[in-house]
C-alpha cells in the first residue's frame, strides 16, 4: 500500500520537477527499466509531455501505463489514465472502439474503485466513446455514470444529464430529453458554469425545434447566439447557426437557410481544427447537397472537394462518415453517376440505422429510392419508399400524440377551471336564492295558505325558467370555448406539427423524385385540411359564402362523395360567431355524410329570403330513424347540431327514412 503511495506522490510531483528534461530521456528509461516504480514514473512523464502534442506516443505510452498500473494493483491510476485516453482516441483519432476496449478492461477490476468521480467518470467516457458508435448504449452508460457518481461530483453529475440529454434528444425521445436539459441546466446554474450551463440552454432550444415551435427556438436561439459572442465562445456559434438554417429549412425558407449555412461555414473555417471536424464535415456537407438541390453544380463541386480533402481526418467516426456519404451520394446522383451515388447511399444508410438516426435514416431511404428509380430497379425503390413511410408514420403518429396529449391536457385543464368557477357561482346563487327564500318565508309566513301557493308556485317557475336559461347558456358557452380552443389547437397544430412535415417535404429535394414530393405535398395539405377543419379560418379570409363553398369543393375532391350545391350570397348577414356556426353546421352535416350515410351524391342549397335563410343538405344514402339516434347516449351529432342550431335561434327539421336518404333544412333569422 505505501509503495501505491508513492507512485501516486511522484508522478504528482516528478512530471513538474523535470519538466525541461527531454522527452525522449523519459522514453528511453521506460523502455529499458524493470523497475515497475521507476518505469510508472517514466511513462507519466512521458504522458505529461507529449499530452495533446503527439497524438502517437501519448497513446502508446497511455496503453502502457494503464497495463501497468493493473500489474501493480493500482486500478484507479488506470481509470485516470483511460479516462484521459478516451477523448484522445474518440475525438482526436476517431476511433471510439478502442476506447470502449480500454475502459472495458479497467472496469473490470471496477470493485477496487472506491472513488465515485473516478467510477462514474469511466462510465460518462465509455458514454462519450459510444455516442459515436450506438446511442442506446451511450443512454446506458451516463445513466451508470449518474448511478455511481456521488453529491461532490455535480459537476459531473450535470455532464451526465447534459451528454444524456442530447442522446434522447437524436433517438427522438423528447420529453426524457427535456427532463435532462432541465436538470443539467440547473446544476451548471448553481456551480456557475455559463459555459455548459449555454449548452444545456441549447438542448431546450433543439426540443422546441423538433416539436415545431420555429418562432420560440429562434427567439431562444437568438439569446444563445449573444451570450456565446458575450463570452467570447465564438467557436460554438456553428452549431446555433446550422440549427436555425434546418428550422428555416423545415419553414420552406431556402434564402434565410442558406443565410445561416454560410454563417456557420464562415465560423468553421475560422476554427478549423481536428477537434472540430464533425462540425466542419457536417456544415460544408450540407452546403454541398444545398447547392445541388438548387442545381448550382459548381458551388456543390467546391464543397465536395473541401470534404474530400478532410476525409482522411474523419475515418473512424461514423457520424462524420454519414455526413460525408450523405454529401457524397446526392452530388453523384445530381451528375447521373447512379452507380457511385447507390454505393455512398447504402454506406450511409448502413451508418445511420447502427446509430439509430431515424430522421437521417428516413433522408437516407429516401436518397436510395430515388436512386433506385434512375437505376430502374422500380422493386428496390418501392422498398425503400415503403420503409420511409414506416419510418414516417412512426415519427408523426409519436409527435401527434406528444402534441395531441400536451394540448389536451391543456384543454381539460382550463375546462375544469372553468366548471369549477361555474360550480362556484351557481352554489352562490343558489345560497342566495335560498336565503331570500327563507326571508320570504318569515314575510309571508303568516300570510294566507292561497297567497303562499301562489308564491311557491311563481318562485318554481322561475327557477324552472331560469335553470333553462342557465342550461342554454351553458351549452352556448360550452360551444364558443371549444370553438375558442379549436382556433388555438388548430393554430398550433398549423404552425406546429404542419411544419415538421415540411421537413420530410424539403428532404425530398435532396431526391428530385417528383412523384413522392406530390405525396408528400398532398400529406402536408392534409395536415393543412385538419387545422382548417379544427377551425375556419378561411372565414376571416373569404367570408361565410366563399368558405362553405370551399369546404364543399374540397370534400368533393378528396371523398368518393359526388356534392352538388346552389348557394347565394349570405356574407355580413350575421355576426363572426354566427358565421362560425352556421359554417360548422354545414361542415358537421357533410361530415356524418360521408362517415355513416353510406352515400353516393348529396346536394347541398342556400337561399336567402326577406328575414331569413334556408339550408338544405340531402343525400341519397341509407337513412336512419332520427328519434332512435337522437336519444342514443353515443350520438353526440344530431345533438350537437342542434345546439348550434339553438344558439343561432334557428330551426332544424330531419326528413329520413331507413333506405330512402335524408334530407336535413335549417332556417336562420337574420
Same mark, same amino acid.
Given at each position: 500500500?505505501?509503495?501505491?503511495?508513492?507512485?501516486?506522490?511522484?508522478?504528482?510531483?516528478?512530471?513538474?520537477?523535470?519538466?525541461?528534461?527531454?522527452?525522449?530521456?523519459?522514453?528511453?528509461?521506460?523502455?529499458?527499466?524493470?523497475?515497475?516504480?521507476?518505469?510508472?514514473?517514466?511513462?507519466?512523464?512521458?504522458?505529461?509531455?507529449?499530452?495533446?502534442?503527439?497524438?502517437?506516443?501519448?497513446?502508446?505510452?497511455?496503453?502502457?501505463?494503464?497495463?501497468?498500473?493493473?500489474?501493480?494493483?493500482?486500478?484507479?491510476?488506470?481509470?485516470?489514465?483511460?479516462m484521459?485516453?478516451?477523448?484522445?482516441?474518440?475525438?482526436?483519432?476517431?476511433?471510439?472502439?478502442?476506447?470502449?476496449?480500454?475502459?472495458?478492461?479497467?472496469?473490470?477490476?471496477?470493485?477496487?474503485?472506491?472513488?465515485?468521480?473516478?467510477?462514474?467518470?469511466?462510465?460518462?467516457?465509455?458514454?462519450?466513446?459510444?455516442?459515436?458508435?450506438?446511442?442506446?448504449?451511450?443512454?446506458?452508460?451516463?445513466?451508470?455514470?449518474?448511478?455511481?457518481?456521488?453529491?461532490?461530483?455535480?459537476?459531473?453529475?450535470a455532464?451526465?444529464?447534459?451528454?444524456?440529454?442530447?442522446?434522447?434528444?437524436?433517438?427522438?425521445?423528447?420529453?426524457?430529453?427535456?427532463?435532462?436539459?432541465?436538470?443539467?441546466?440547473?446544476?451548471?446554474?448553481?456551480?456557475?458554469?455559463?459555459?455548459?450551463?449555454?449548452?444545456?440552454h441549447?438542448?431546450?432550444?433543439?426540443?422546441?425545434?423538433?416539436?415545431?415551435?420555429?418562432?420560440?427556438?429562434?427567439?431562444?436561439?437568438?439569446?444563445?447566439?449573444?451570450?456565446?459572442?458575450?463570452?467570447?465562445?465564438?467557436?460554438?456559434?456553428?452549431?446555433?447557426y446550422?440549427?436555425?438554417?434546418?428550422?428555416?429549412?423545415?419553414k420552406?425558407? /431556402?434564402?434565410?437557410?442558406?443565410?445561416?449555412l454560410?454563417?456557420?461555414?464562415?465560423?468553421?473555417?475560422?476554427?478549423?481544427?481536428?477537434?472540430?471536424?464533425?462540425?466542419?464535415?457536417?456544415?460544408?456537407?450540407?452546403?454541398?447537397?444545398?447547392?445541388?438541390?438548387?442545381?448550382?453544380?459548381?458551388?456543390?463541386?467546391?464543397?465536395?472537394i473541401?470534404?474530400?480533402?478532410?476525409?482522411?481526418?474523419?475515418?473512424?467516426?461514423?457520424?462524420?462518415?454519414?455526413?460525408?456519404?450523405?454529401?457524397?451520394?446526392?452530388?453523384?446522383?445530381?451528375?447521373?453517376?447512379?452507380?457511385?451515388?447507390?454505393?455512398?447511399?447504402?454506406?450511409?444508410?448502413?451508418?445511420?440505422?447502427?446509430?439509430?438516426?431515424?430522421?437521417d435514416?428516413m433522408?437516407?431511404?429516401?436518397?436510395?429510392?430515388?436512386?433506385?428509380?434512375?437505376?430502374?430497379?422500380?422493386?428496390?425503390?418501392?422498398?425503400n419508399?415503403?420503409?420511409?413511410?414506416?419510418?414516417?408514420?412512426?415519427?408523426?403518429?409519436?409527435?401527434?400524440?406528444?402534441?395531441?396529449?400536451?394540448?389536451?391536457?391543456?384543454?381539460?385543464?382550463?375546462?375544469?377551471?372553468?366548471?369549477?368557477?361555474?360550480k362556484?357561482?351557481?352554489?352562490?346563487?343558489?345560497?342566495?336564492?335560498?336565503?331570500?327564500f327563507?326571508?320570504?318565508?318569515?314575510?309571508?309566513?303568516?300570510?294566507?295558505?292561497l297567497?303562499?301557493?301562489?308564491?311557491?308556485?311563481?318562485?318554481?317557475q322561475?327557477?324552472?325558467k331560469?335553470?333553462k336559461?342557465?342550461?342554454?347558456?351553458?351549452s352556448?358557452?360550452?360551444?364558443?370555448?371549444?370553438?375558442?380552443?379549436?382556433?388555438r389547437?388548430?393554430?398550433?397544430?398549423?404552425?406546429?406539427?404542419?411544419?415538421?412535415?415540411?421537413?420530410?417535404?424539403?428532404?425530398?429535394?435532396?431526391?428530385?423524385?417528383?412523384a /413522392?414530393?406530390?405525396?408528400?405535398?398532398?400529406?402536408?395539405?392534409?395536415?393543412?385540411?385538419?387545422?382548417?377543419?379544427?377551425?375556419?379560418?378561411?372565414?376571416?379570409?373569404?367570408?361565410?359564402?366563399?368558405?362553405?363553398?370551399?369546404?364543399?369543393?374540397?370534400?368533393?375532391?378528396?371523398?368518393?362523395?359526388?356534392?352538388?350545391?346552389?348557394?347565394?350570397?349570405?356574407?355580413?348577414?350575421?355576426?363572426?360567431?354566427?358565421?362560425?356556426?352556421?359554417?360548422?353546421?354545414?361542415?358537421?352535416?357533410?361530415?356524418?355524410?360521408?362517415?355513416?350515410?353510406?352515400?353516393?351524391?348529396?346536394?347541398?342549397?342556400?337561399e336567402?329570403? /326577406?328575414?331569413?335563410?334556408?339550408?338544405?343538405?340531402?343525400?341519397?344514402?341509407?337513412?336512419?330513424?332520427?328519434?332512435?339516434?337522437?336519444?342514443?347516449?353515443?350520438?353526440?351529432?344530431?345533438?350537437?347540431?342542434?345546439?348550434?342550431?339553438?344558439?343561432?335561434?334557428?330551426?332544424?327539421?330531419?326528413?329520413?327514412?331507413?333506405?330512402?336518404?335524408?334530407?336535413?333544412e335549417?332556417?336562420f333569422?337574420?
Amino acid at each position: 500500500m505505501k509503495s501505491i503511495l508513492a507512485i501516486i506522490t511522484f508522478i504528482c510531483v516528478f512530471p513538474f520537477s523535470g519538466i525541461s528534461q527531454d522527452i525522449q530521456y523519459y522514453r528511453s528509461i521506460a523502455d529499458t527499466t524493470h523497475d515497475p516504480l521507476l518505469k510508472l514514473e517514466a511513462i507519466d512523464s512521458v504522458l505529461s509531455k507529449s499530452f495533446r502534442k503527439d497524438n502517437d506516443t501519448f497513446i502508446v505510452f497511455s496503453i502502457q501505463f494503464i497495463n501497468l498500473a493493473k500489474e501493480i494493483d493500482s486500478i484507479e491510476l488506470a481509470a485516470k489514465k483511460a479516462m484521459n485516453l478516451q477523448y484522445v482516441l474518440t475525438n482526436n483519432e476517431n476511433d471510439p472502439r478502442k476506447a470502449i476496449t480500454v475502459i472495458d478492461e479497467v472496469l473490470a477490476h471496477k470493485y477496487k474503485i472506491k472513488d465515485s468521480f473516478l467510477l462514474g467518470g469511466l462510465y460518462l467516457k465509455r458514454g462519450g466513446a459510444n455516442y459515436r458508435l450506438d446511442l442506446n448504449k451511450a443512454i446506458e452508460d451516463y445513466t451508470l455514470a449518474l448511478n455511481n457518481f456521488s453529491r461532490k461530483d455535480s459537476i459531473y453529475v450535470a455532464d451526465a444529464y447534459l451528454f444524456r440529454g442530447q442522446a434522447y434528444s437524436n433517438l427522438g425521445k423528447f420529453v426524457p430529453a427535456g427532463e435532462d436539459f432541465k436538470k443539467a441546466y440547473t446544476y451548471y446554474e448553481n456551480l456557475k458554469d455559463y459555459e455548459y450551463m449555454l449548452f444545456a440552454h441549447q438542448g431546450n432550444i433543439t426540443m422546441y425545434s423538433r416539436n415545431g415551435f420555429y418562432d420560440k427556438s429562434k427567439q431562444e436561439r437568438d439569446i444563445l447566439i449573444n451570450k456565446l459572442i458575450d463570452l467570447n465562445l465564438d467557436e460554438h456559434l456553428s452549431v446555433s447557426y446550422y440549427n436555425q438554417s434546418v428550422d428555416y429549412k423545415k419553414k420552406g425558407n /431556402t434564402k434565410l437557410q442558406l443565410h445561416y449555412l454560410l454563417k456557420a461555414e464562415d465560423v468553421v473555417d475560422r476554427n478549423k481544427d481536428l477537434s472540430n471536424h464533425l462540425n466542419y464535415l457536417l456544415i460544408h456537407s450540407k452546403l454541398a447537397e444545398f447547392y445541388c438541390n438548387d442545381y448550382e453544380i459548381i458551388k456543390a463541386e467546391k464543397q465536395i472537394i473541401l470534404i474530400d480533402s478532410f476525409f482522411v481526418n474523419i475515418k473512424g467516426d461514423h457520424l462524420a462518415e454519414s455526413y460525408y456519404y450523405g454529401a457524397k451520394a446526392v452530388y453523384s446522383e445530381s451528375l447521373g453517376e447512379y452507380e457511385k451515388a447507390l454505393d455512398y447511399a447504402q454506406k450511409k444508410i448502413e451508418i445511420v440505422d447502427s446509430l439509430k438516426h431515424e430522421e437521417d435514416k428516413m433522408e437516407s431511404l429516401l436518397l436510395l429510392s430515388s436512386i433506385y428509380t434512375h437505376l430502374g430497379d422500380y422493386k428496390e425503390s418501392l422498398e425503400n419508399k415503403n420503409n420511409y413511410y414506416a419510418i414516417k408514420d412512426s415519427i408523426f403518429n409519436q409527435s401527434s400524440a406528444n402534441s395531441l396529449a400536451y394540448y389536451q391536457t391543456l384543454y381539460e385543464t382550463e375546462k375544469k377551471e372553468k366548471e369549477l368557477v361555474e360550480k362556484n357561482s351557481n352554489i352562490q346563487l343558489l345560497e342566495k336564492d335560498n336565503e331570500s327564500f327563507k326571508k320570504l318565508s318569515i314575510i309571508i309566513g303568516f300570510a294566507l295558505v292561497l297567497f303562499f301557493s301562489v308564491i311557491l308556485l311563481y318562485r318554481n317557475q322561475r327557477n324552472l325558467k331560469s335553470k333553462k336559461i342557465l342550461q342554454e347558456k351553458f351549452s352556448q358557452d360550452l360551444l364558443q370555448s371549444q370553438e375558442n380552443e379549436r382556433k388555438r389547437v388548430s393554430k398550433d397544430l398549423h404552425d406546429g406539427l404542419g411544419q415538421k412535415l415540411l421537413i420530410i417535404k424539403n428532404k425530398l429535394i435532396n431526391s428530385e423524385n417528383n412523384a /413522392t414530393k406530390e405525396l408528400v405535398e398532398e400529406t402536408i395539405e392534409e395536415v393543412r385540411s385538419i387545422s382548417r377543419d379544427l377551425y375556419p379560418f378561411q372565414l376571416q379570409e373569404l367570408g361565410i359564402t366563399k368558405a362553405i363553398e370551399y369546404t364543399i369543393t374540397q370534400i368533393d375532391e378528396n371523398t368518393s362523395l359526388f356534392i352538388s350545391s346552389e348557394i347565394e350570397n349570405i356574407d355580413n348577414l350575421f355576426t363572426k360567431e354566427q358565421e362560425v356556426n352556421i359554417y360548422r353546421i354545414v361542415q358537421e352535416s357533410l361530415s356524418n355524410i360521408i362517415k355513416h350515410a353510406q352515400a353516393e351524391a348529396s346536394k347541398v342549397s342556400i337561399e336567402k329570403m /326577406t328575414n331569413s335563410i334556408l339550408i338544405s343538405i340531402k343525400d341519397n344514402g341509407i337513412g336512419y330513424n332520427f328519434s332512435e339516434k337522437y336519444n342514443d347516449s353515443k350520438s353526440l351529432g344530431l345533438k350537437t347540431l342542434l345546439e348550434r342550431t339553438k344558439f343561432l335561434n334557428g330551426q332544424m327539421k330531419v326528413h329520413s327514412k331507413k333506405g330512402d336518404g335524408t334530407l336535413i333544412e335549417y332556417t336562420f333569422p337574420i
